[in-house]
């Protein structure tokens, strides 16, 4: 089973930056969309960012205008650049990679990331 592996979160205050990554390892051949979700405490997981092949982008309504997500093909990575956070950022974000592996095409999930934005 292909497993994500993210990196970047942790703790930081409102107003700050952060970025996460995510890498896809070996045993995906090809990829389509590659993005990133987020999930506060008890609520369900929402859209924050995705990005198409040749780098189209698609942003949730809450992060619009301060995240930036992208992506580097050769190297099979997607980031997502965190900028004036806010306390309501709070959350899980999940990376979420459409891959190409021996099992054919699929929805892969990252175990996630904690992100904490303090006030």
């Known amino acids: 089973q292909v497993q994500l592996v993210e990196s970047g979160g942790g703790l930081v205050q409102a107003g700050g930056s ?36 040749i780098g189209t982008t698609n942003y949730g309504d809450r992060v619009e205008g301060r995240f930036t997500v992208s992506r580097d093909n050769a190297k099979k990575t997607v980031s997502l650049q965190m900028n004036s956070l806010k306390p309501d950022d709070t959350g ?19 175990r996630g990331i904690q992100v904490t934005v303090s006030s």
Do not use: N
């Open 18 to 53: 952060l970025t996460l990554s995510c890498a896809v390892p070996e045993g995906v051949s090809d990829i389509r969309d590659m993005g990133w979700y987020h999930q506060a405490p008890g609520k369900l997981r929402e859209l924050v960012a995705t990005t198409t092949y």
């Open 92 to 110: 899980v974000y999940y990376c979420m990679v459409d891959a190409f592996s021996h099992i054919g095409w699929s929805l892969v999930w990252g």
